[in-house]
């Protein structure tokens, strides 16, 4: 027993950080700097405050803030400028009961200042921020000031390694022209702005592009600022590097450079899927990585830092160990003989999407082909999924406990908050650990902020939260400045905000899903807890709550409605075999209660598609960009691919959506089985998909969309409780949640999500145990 402690301890010690170390990272900018930064920030909430910033307040490697009010000003000494700001939301949250979140700031600042006197020291070196999927699900249509109040909540937030909004493709496609692909070339490569995430990876070219020079000019400006801005408050932004993947046209360029193909990805055409895999020892790879990252950090320096991610949810033939170890080599090779003080920063998602491709000699290989402590492993699900056992804490690299949580940018209530209050903090104390760091790595934001709340917490809370009643009824007072509506959410931390399960959550509810007969919906929680916390917030009391309250209030309303479409989809199922009478009565009542989810949506702009179209448009310079880029909007949220490669993926539960698509494309559906019915004919449901293609989805892609009429959010939210709140002849959903084993040491591959929920074509659940074979 004791040699195996000493084996587990002598792994942990071996670990070398000297690469990853915050005090060299972030001190790239002067004190005096990171302080003025830290102060712009602060003081846009705040004149009566004093900012100091010392690298000499560092402890163990991570930051620190003090806080003390002396003579009625709050005074913040910290070791960067984004541990004064994050000492200073600490301190809002905490001793003014305020919140400044990504769509909610309620400030609640009193002119005598709360007495404090308090150190906080980091859990950990790193807390880490965005997934290589945010760009493109919520970051799309931003321009500089969109990033710039984005940088802001990060530093609120202690954020201090993050993904840099980096011009890419400008970069690229001036080291194109320089190696010979024409203009043509390049056009038919880069997609268009919505899927430019998947092109980065090598799963897709050329679709919903050409990308036009405006849009390369905004990018440009987006980088500029925001690595800038990152770098004053000592933030440590990470610039990509070249993965491997290249266009298609190289093989004219250069015929006699060994090209590999990329396996079709999520049933794109050749038309559109997929590039080119330059051999890793084929001498161009480090000449292409080497431009890249001259291109992309000329005039900005750099964090040191570098992301790849060459096997996204792809094969490449010919698949080997030897093939991904000899890549491994070659992008870090790559990124060391530009700087010789990089670090790899790697998602895990390779891993998880399919275990099949990746036995664990094959995994080890690929981790160990970097030098130890030169890849920074992020562990992309770790709430669900977690890797770091089965991959024996990643063979000795260090890694980032991340929280994803959300894919496609969907909508819907949900969380595994008794998950991210407990594993982090078990995870970061085992003896044999090299968890450096915690992260949030959502594909899309702007959801469910009460559960990203409490897991950044996690990275200064030195144990978990005791009571998460009581610590959600202190986040609601945050958010509302109001202390009644702890009961309600009691009742969404009882129901919605408790799933532990292995089920693939992916926001695809039955509402938002394409039009079939074999849907299964189910649930993690039943529906009276989800009830209460409807009846709790639709209180009088709770009309003096402000902030955030209203937006919330549509969420529970929506969450309920939803619900309880699911329950009427089940009913439908059922009474397409009775009478038509019926079969047709059914059917307006679920019709009828997405007519009602449009109206509660349609009371607050956060659940509407405004911003999202509009800012597509906004981006156009010229009469050509304008549909364009409204195409790339309109199809990322719907078809996602000229042929609904992966349709609903992204889905959003936005007003307009359920006006002009959602519901259109159920009453097409569904008028069509009644008609079949009626005539007393078989109902072809793979025909009438193809109606709902032709007739619904891809003419939504050109309809002119216009405002919905607003009424007000309490009075609809009123009228829906009484009217949906209590509804006969309907069950609750089924519990079906497989479950984990006790020490969550379980995972389901990701493969095949298109068909998960069906009653159909169900892909076998694939289960990988730390003690599974090679």
């Known amino acids: 027993m004791y040699i195996y402690l000493l084996c587990l ?12 170390d915050p005090v060299k990272l972030q001190t790239k900018t002067s004190p005096d700097t990171q302080k003025a930064a830290a102060e712009a920030i602060i003081r846009k909430y705040l004149s009566n405050v004093s900012v100091f910033i010392s690298p000499v307040l560092f402890v163990n490697n991570k930051d620190v803030f003090v806080l003390r009010t002396v003579n009625g000003q709050l005074q913040i000494r910290a070791s960067t400028g984004v541990a004064a700001v994050w000492g200073f939301n600490y301190y809002l949250k905490k001793y003014c009961k305020s919140q400044v979140g990504w769509q909610v700031r309620q400030l609640n600042i009193p002119d005598s200042l709360p007495e404090v006197d308090e150190t906080v020291v980091a859990n950990d070196r790193f807390r880490y921020y965005q997934n290589v999927c945010t760009a493109s699900y919520s970051f799309t249509w931003w321009k500089p000031a969109d990033w710039s109040d984005h940088v802001e909540w990060m530093a609120m937030n202690g954020i201090n390694l993050a993904l840099a909004p980096i011009a890419q493709e400008a970069a690229w496609a001036s080291i194109y022209k320089e190696m010979g692909m024409t203009e043509d070339e390049i056009n038919q490569h880069f997609t268009g702005p919505s899927f430019l995430s998947w092109l980065r990876m090598g799963n897709v070219h050329g679709w919903g592009g050409p990308l036009l020079e405006s849009w390369h000019n905004v990018q440009k400006d987006n980088q500029e600022q925001v690595v800038n801005q990152m770098f004053s408050l000592g933030m440590i932004p990470v610039f990509p590097a070249f993965n491997g993947h290249v266009p298609r046209a190289f093989s004219r360029i250069y015929p006699n450079a060994t090209l590999y193909p990329v396996g079709t990805w999520n049933n794109f055409s050749d038309d559109f899927c997929c590039n080119s895999f330059l051999s890793p020892v084929d001498p161009l790879f480090k000449t292409i990585g080497n431009m890249f990252l001259k291109k992309v950090t000329q005039g900005l320096g750099t964090g040191n830092i570098y992301t790849a991610d060459p096997f996204n949810e792809i094969k490449i ?8 170890e000899q890549t491994g080599m070659s992008i870090f090779n790559t990124l060391r003989e530009f700087d010789e003080n990089a670090v790899w920063l790697v998602q895990n998602w390779m891993f998880v999407h399919n275990p099949l491709l990746w036995p664990l000699k094959r995994v080890e290989t690929f981790l160990t082909s970097v030098p130890n402590g030169r890849m920074l492993v992020l562990d992309l699900q770790s709430e669900q999924w977690p890797q770091y056992d089965l991959y024996k804490m990643y063979y000795g690299q260090p890694f ?7 894919f496609g940018g969907t909508l819907g209530m949900f969380g595994s908050v008794d998950i991210i209050n407990k594993e982090v903090y078990e995870a970061r104390k085992r003896i044999n ?7 949030l790595t959502p594909e899309g934001i702007n959801q469910n902020y009460v559960v990203y709340d409490l897991m950044l917490e996690s990275a200064w809370r030195e144990a978990p939260v005791a009571d998460l009643n009581q610590w959600v009824a202190d986040y609601a007072e945050r958010r509302y400045v109001c202390n009644s509506t702890a009961t309600a959410w009691r009742y969404l931390f009882k129901s919605v905000y408790n799933f532990n399960g292995l089920n693939k959550i992916r926001g695809k509810y039955v509402v938002t899903r394409r039009p079939s007969f074999k849907i299964r919906p189910w649930a993690w929680y039943k529906s009276n807890d989800l009830l209460n916390a409807f009846k709790n917030f639709i209180t009088p009391i709770n009309r003096n709550c402000q902030g955030g309250f209203e937006h919330d209030l549509v969420d529970v309303a929506r969450q309920v409605l939803q619900y309880r479409a699911d329950q009427l989809y089940l009913n439908v199922l059922n009474d397409r075999f009775t ?26 702009s956060d659940f509407t598609m405004y911003d999202w179209i509009n800012n597509a448009k906004n981006f156009a310079y010229n009469t050509e960009s304008p549909y364009s880029y409204d195409l790339n909007a309109r199809n990322q949220i719907t078809l996602w691919g000229p042929n609904g490669e992966i349709t609903d993926y992204a889905c959003k539960q936005w007003a307009e959506m359920f006006h ?13 089985a009644l008609d079949s019915k009626l005539r007393n004919e078989s109902f072809d449901e793979r025909s009438a998909q193809r109606v709902v293609r032709y007739s619904v989805e891809e003419p939504f892609l050109r309809t002119e969309i216009s405002t919905l009429p607003r009424e007000n959010t309490w ?16 069950d ?22 298109e068909t998960d929920g069906l009653m159909e074509n169900t892909p076998s659940v694939v289960l990988w145990h730390s003690t599974t074979p090679t």
Not at 433 to 439: A, V
Not at 580 to 603: P, V, Y
């Open 732 to 753: 609750d959903l089924p519990l079906n949640v497989i479950k984990r084993d006790s020490d969550m040491k379980t995972t389901l591959a990701d493969v095949d999500d």
């Open 715 to 730: 009075n609809t939210a009123f009228y829906i409780y009484e009217k949906w709140a209590y509804v006969s002849d309907v």
């Open 660 to 672: 002009y698509y959602y519901k259109p494309r159920w009453a097409t559906f569904l008028q069509i």
């Open 9 to 20: 301890l002598s792994s942990t010690l071996a670990l070398d950080l000297n690469y990853l």
């Open 433 to 439: 650990t090299t968890m450096i760091g915690m992260g």
């Open 579 to 604: 009478n038509t009478w019926t079969f047709n009565s059914t059917i307006n009542r679920f019709l009828d209660i997405m007519s009602d989810m449009e109206k509660i949506l349609a009371t607050n």
């Open 400 to 406: 980032i406990w991340c929280m994803l949580h959300n």
């Open 317 to 324: 033939e010919p698949w080997s160990t030897m093939l991904v």
